[in-house]
């Protein structure tokens, strides 16, 4: 069975002219980045059969390669040192990482580390900017034991010091790039009781990690972040003491579409692995017809798959712009797309048949992935109800929805 694939553009060609500020030196360095991305997985490759330690070191490679080759950074402004091209092209780069793997979501852009650009201090913009462009990795650690539904209820705390500076003590769980990252983003209650974000040095004394196996995206380490008296300086701390709800929610307003984005690409590689096989089964004489249903499938997984993603680009373009629909587009945009992602690779994989379900087939790989998507940032039963309460208890009309306190009622549970 031929698993050859026709590339992430052919899907993004018909949308990308839509997309506002879009050239087609954008198009074109999108097209040498899906080129180049190629090349390095050649290199290393990062498929179900790579042990997942190994399978994270050749991620990070690729992040720091892409990063050499100039590329990490295309929709990232050039405030930040990046290389300042349209910012709505990290939608479609995100697709084109996903399109080749899922973990390969982390390997364009900042990341969380965005909170960072947009809210941290001089000091640690300087600080953590450059490494991030260079390749490094920021995790965030929002979830614990209770569930990432209540962060406003969370446990871990910073106590404060005659030198100004704070300590942090307490337990995160469900956490993303736990040995990966340089650098987490983590959120607990100040010495006054409210929510603040801060940065912490991923070699800080005081941190420790317990590692889990997931089910799905295991490209990163993932597991318990514990902190035991974490020293935290003024200057870490992102935005002002208590802003830590109001960085939570436009990060994930902002970072939710991309999740989809990446989960609607991998649904198109794996449509295009599953026409291209039936396609050479019928030249080689395997079948003399598809069936309607297989045709009904083709066909409607497309469509879905194609609306999905418009759907992800114009939430980002919300976000971008701090519109205020930017939260409730957000949450529906990601449980929206994986769902219809994992949906669609679902029923594309019963036209492959056995074939499809062998140790290490990217097509199982794939739906393990898109699986655990469906808890990450957001469990979308939350994702919908957030956004059916903030349509419901709106006093203005839809286009003008007061989205104070959508987030208090969900937030991350495991952050992919």
């Known amino acids: 069975m031929s698993w050859d694939t026709d590339g992430a553009m052919r899907w993004l060609a018909p949308i990308l002219p839509g997309m506002p500020g879009v050239m087609e030196l954008d198009v074109a360095r999108l097209r040498r980045f899906e080129v180049t991305l190629g090349c390095l997985l050649a290199k290393y490759p990062v498929d179900a ?246 045709l009904i499938t083709l066909g409607s997984t497309h469509a879905q798959i194609n609306a999905a993603v418009l759907a992800a680009f114009a939430a980002q373009r919300l976000a971008l712009a701090g519109d205020q629909r930017a939260e409730v587009w957000g949450c529906g945009a990601k449980a929206h797309g994986v769902d219809t992602a994992h949906a669609a690779v679902s029923d594309l994989a019963l036209l492959v048949g056995a074939a499809g379900f062998t140790a290490g087939s990217p097509l199982v790989k794939a739906i393990g992935d898109l699986a655990a998507l469906r808890y990450a940032d957001g469990i979308h039963d939350s994702l919908y109800r957030a956004a059916g309460r903030a349509l419901t208890t709106a006093t203005a009309a839809p286009s003008m929805i007061p989205l104070h306190g959508l987030c208090r009622q969900e937030s991350s549970r495991l952050h992919a």
Not at 90 to 115: A, E, K, M, N, W
Not at 196 to 215: E, I
Not at 224 to 234: A, D, N, T, Y
Request: one cysteine or more; a positive charge; aromatic letters at 6%.
């Open 49 to 294: 059969g790579v042990p997942q330690g190994e399978r994270s070191v050749r991620l990070a490679q690729i992040r720091r390669d892409l990063a050499a080759f100039g590329q990490l950074a295309d929709a990232v402004p050039a405030a930040d040192g990046g290389v300042g091209r349209p910012p709505v092209l990290q939608g479609p780069l995100q697709f084109v990482c996903g399109y080749h793997d899922i973990d390969l979501r982390d390997s364009t852009g900042l990341g969380h580390g965005r909170l960072i650009a947009r809210h941290g201090s001089e000091p640690t913009r300087a600080r953590w900017l450059p490494r991030l462009l260079a390749g490094d990795l920021a995790g965030i650690a929002i979830t614990e034991a209770h569930g990432g539904s209540q962060v406003h209820a969370t446990t871990t705390a910073a106590t404060a010091h005659d030198d100004g500076g704070w300590t942090l003590t307490g337990t995160k769980t469900w956490i993303s790039r736990l040995r990966e990252a340089a650098v987490f983003i983590v959120f607990f209650a100040d010495p006054a009781g409210r929510l603040t974000a801060g940065v912490v040095d991923a070699a800080s004394d005081g941190l420790h990690r317990r590692v889990s196996v997931p089910a799905g995206l295991s490209g990163w380490a993932w597991g318990e972040l514990r902190l035991e008296q974490v020293r935290l300086r003024p200057c870490d701390v992102l935005g002002r003491p208590g802003d830590g709800m109001d960085l939570l929610r436009e990060h994930f307003a902002y970072y939710r579409p991309l999740v989809a984005a990446t989960a609607l690409g991998a649904a198109a590689n794996v449509h295009d692995r599953v026409t291209r096989h039936l396609r050479s089964r019928r030249r080689a004489g395997a079948i003399l017809d598809l069936r309607d249903n297989a």
